[in-house]
């Protein structure tokens, strides 16, 4: 599902090459759960901003879903993002303005989806969550795992096969973390390929399988405590 090959990304800062990523090759099957972890400067956002179609290589492919997005246009990615990826973050990015449903529904919207068929995407989402009692208060009606849920829920609205959740849990106190962590297994067994960015060793343990970073290099890649 996902091909990261010879992958590069340069950065020129001054007279110094800041090298984010250095040429790493990382391969995730449709279905896995992977936590990417390292510490600041480790190169896991720049990793995660290439696999959600955010930048685009310096250097290497990039092979989502068998097609080399690499050198696609920024209107070409964002109908990537809209179809193929969803994505939760550790502030929620929820608007305050719109009610849960409607935060839910508010991609569907940009994808065209008619309004009866968004109707029934965003309870099935909610419903996936837990929140389908909520599905009208506004975001400052809720708690911090209750607003990450609807996050997740705003993710998983369109169906896309791929998730990524950077830091998901950073704003939350631990209860709640796990519960979050708890919710994205699910998910995962559910069917759908889960991508975690994480400087938590702990959190980043959750998952199957761990791919660690330092100084734009996978100095770690391990399922269930073997060695890859």
Do not use: W
Not at 12 to 32: C, F, K, M, P, W
Not at 170 to 180: F, R
């Amino acid at each position: 599902m996902i091909d990261l090959i010879d992958m590069y990304k340069i950065y020129q800062v001054g007279d110094t090459e800041i090298r984010a990523l250095n040429g790493i090759n990382l391969h995730i099957e449709e279905n896995e759960f992977v936590a990417i972890v390292g510490q600041s400067g480790s190169g896991k956002s720049t990793c995660m901003n290439m696999i959600g179609c955010l930048d685009i290589p310096t250097t290497g492919k990039y092979i989502l879903n068998g097609k080399d997005v690499s050198k696609l246009k920024e209107d070409e990615l964002s109908e990537i993002r809209n179809l193929t990826l969803g994505f939760i973050f550790q502030q929620y990015n929820l608007i305050s303005k719109l009610n849960v449903f409607e935060n839910v529904e508010l991609p569907l919207i940009y994808r065209g989806i008619e309004k009866h068929e968004r109707k029934r995407m965003v309870e099935e989402s909610l419903e996936r969550v837990g929140l389908s009692n909520r599905i009208y208060n506004m975001p400052s009606q809720l708690s911090g795992g209750q607003q990450q849920r609807v996050s997740i829920a705003r993710a998983l609205s369109g169906n896309p096969p791929v998730l990524l959740a950077d830091e998901p849990t950073g704003a939350l106190d631990s209860k709640t973390g796990k519960e979050v962590l708890g919710l994205l297994k699910q998910i995962n067994e559910e069917g759908n390929t889960v991508v975690l960015i994480t400087h938590d060793n702990n959190i980043a343990e959750q998952a199957k399988r761990i791919v660690r970073l330092h100084d734009g290099n996978i100095i770690e890649d391990r399922i269930l405590g073997v060695e890859r």
